[in-house]
């Protein structure tokens, strides 16, 4: 129904085709973008198998998107094991 009615639009004035296209990539981007996050290792779906999974990962895991200027591979672990 409203895929039909923004084709009407679209042949009417096709000026709105590009929007129309920004519009879908854009969330598409964000769809894509939280499913990445929401499979994260800090991200508990299932409590009765690992209530806490990120204890499991190393102390040199590099949480960060981009690595500017820390060195992840010769970084010791500074706080107790639990």
């Not at 639009?9 to 854009?26: D, V, Y």
């Not at 996050?37 to 102390?59: C, F, Q, S």
């Amino acid at each position: 129904m409203i895929f039909r009615t923004a084709v009407e639009h679209a042949k009417r004035h096709p000026g709105l085709i590009p929007q129309f296209f920004f519009i879908c990539l854009g969330m598409c981007g964000a769809s894509i973008y939280l499913v990445r996050l929401a499979r994260g290792p800090h991200v508990t779906w299932n409590k009765t198998g690992n209530p806490e999974p990120w204890n499991n990962l190393e102390p040199t895991y590099q949480y960060k998107l981009v690595n500017i200027s820390t060195d992840y591979k010769n970084l010791k672990k500074e706080g107790p094991d639990f």
